[in-house]
């Protein structure tokens, strides 16, 4: 007998509020709960936040908490492309990090693109509509609006957060507010 269309719908919602992952380090397994929230914007990065605390206290590794983040970010918000370009050890070009999305370029020249902007301005960039940013790289043609945050350790910038959405004018001062908290916790617990 078919499934009545109102349980399927809850079943849904039960399996989009309860997204089950597990934590591994060196020490222990443990499973964890992430609680995916509906709402305004701030209300989903200060649900988020503590979550995503939580994920990487005891862990160091960088790229660990990166893909972790990346992830939860996703799961979060289900922007087109979320993730990380990290500074080479040539301070001349960004490389791809961890990341949720589409394929992506792997290499970034200092100055080139919103990411290699943000790096060499040494701040957030928020590009309503990617097309009127002279110079954006185009991973994905899908794309229509981005926001870049440059990861800083003390001064210097080891990488930056890059997000994209399939639609324009998507992010604004309450993202810029929050993703750079999340990235200076990621710096803080992380050996870089
Ligand atoms: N659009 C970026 C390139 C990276 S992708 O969007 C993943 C830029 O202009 O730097």
């Given amino acids: 007998m078919a499934t ?18 597990t ?16 709402g305004t914007k701030e209300a989903q990065y ?10 990487i206290t005891g862990e160091t590794n960088l790229i660990a908490n990166l ?4 992830a939860a970010l996703k799961q979060q918000f289900n922007w087109w492309w979320v993730g990380f370009y990290l500074v ?3 301070n001349q070009q ?19 693109g919103v990411c290699g902007s943000a790096w060499q301005q040494a701040k957030t960039l928020i590009v309503p509509d990617v097309d009127q940013f002279p110079g954006h790289i185009a991973c994905s043609s899908l794309s229509k609006s981005e926001i870049v945050v440059p ?18 004018n998507y ?3 309450t993202d810029q507010k929050y993703l750079e908290q999340i990235v200076q916790l990621i710096v803080d617990h992380s050996l870089l």
């Fill in 46 to 55: 200060q649900a988020l936040y503590p979550q995503i605390e939580a994920l």
């Fill in 171 to 173: 992010f604004d001062a």
């Fill in 67 to 70: 893909a972790n983040l990346a």
């Fill in 4 to 21: 009545p269309i109102r349980q399927i719908a809850c079943l849904q919602r039960y399996y989009i509020t309860q997204v089950k992952f």
């Fill in 23 to 38: 934590k591994i380090n060196h020490l222990n397994y443990m499973s964890e709960d992430l609680h995916i929230i509906q």
């Fill in 94 to 112: 960004l490389i791809l990090g961890p990341f949720q999305g589409p394929i992506a370029c792997t290499r970034i020249q200092k100055g080139k």
């Fill in 88 to 90: 080479a050890p040539n």
């Fill in 151 to 168: 990861i800083f350790n003390n001064t210097h910038i080891v990488g930056v957060l890059d997000v994209d959405s399939e639609y324009s």
